[in-house]
């Protein structure tokens, strides 16, 4: 019960700045628009590519918003009251987690949405991917937390740019990591962001056989992250409270 309420009152939080969550809404619909009505001779802006791919991006401005929430609340000294009662880092984190699924729901809604109204054929590969989408974005979740809890309210969304600029640039979003050079095409494969997307891609495109090891490696990353966000945010509620 705990656990919910605290989430309840993060969620609240959130709805409380309409402009951020509309700015990481209308962005990538504006990318995927724009996309769309330019005609560029590469498979990867075709909808079946570029909406998937809208979808791991908006899932950057998540990473943005947690971070600055839990920071803020560190900044606050909001985590510090709390500490007087019998919540333990699994409720603060899962509380967080549970506060920015709905809006990840919201974006993944609107994303298709969109990419049907330009063209995208309506089926059952969009409504799994969709909630294959979920999960993939606890990884972007995890990592607004792990900044958060390290990082100033001022410096949280600074730091939380550079995960933006990653997964545009690293995703596969625009183009594939092998046109810049093996090397490149090695550190995408290397972070998270390409195998999220090629999760929610197949999905989409009922190219199941391919995702086995994108899986493990989102997978992993989850469970890793999941584990080092705990070691911190818990460190770094010790050391405010000192």
Not at 61 to 73: G, H, R, Y
Not at 158 to 173: E, H, Y
């Amino acid at each position: 019960m705990r656990t919910l309420n605290f989430a309840k009152r993060n969620l609240k939080e959130i709805i409380r700045d309409p402009l951020s969550i509309i700015f990481a809404i209308l962005l990538p619909l504006f990318l995927l628009f724009i996309f769309q009505q330019v005609e560029i001779p590469s498979e990867a802006y075709s909808l079946e590519n570029f909406a998937p791919g809208t979808v791991v991006f908006g899932f950057s401005f998540i990473t943005l918003f947690t971070a600055v929430l839990v920071a803020k609340d560190r900044g606050t000294a909001l985590i510090t009251r709390l500490c007087a009662g019998p919540m333990k880092t699994r409720d603060y984190i899962l509380g967080y987690t549970l506060a920015v699924l709905p809006m990840v729901l919201l974006q993944n809604v609107l994303f298709f949405a969109a990419a049907v109204l330009l063209g995208l054929e309506f089926s059952v590969g969009i409504l799994l991917a969709i909630v294959v989408s979920v999960p993939v974005s606890v990884i972007f979740i995890m990592l607004g937390i792990l900044i958060g809890s390290v990082t100033s309210e001022k410096s949280a969304s600074g730091v939380s740019s550079v995960v933006v600029q990653l997964v545009a640039f690293t995703s596969g979003m625009y183009f594939s990591g092998d046109m810049i050079g093996d090397a490149f095409a090695a550190v995408c494969k290397a972070l998270p962001f390409s195998n999220c997307l090629d999760i929610v891609k197949g999905v989409l495109n009922g190219n199941y056989e391919n995702l086995l090891v994108p899986s493990i490696i989102v997978a992993a990353y989850i469970v890793v992250l999941s584990a080092l966000t705990s070691v911190l945010f818990l460190r770094k509620l010790k050391s405010d409270n000192k």
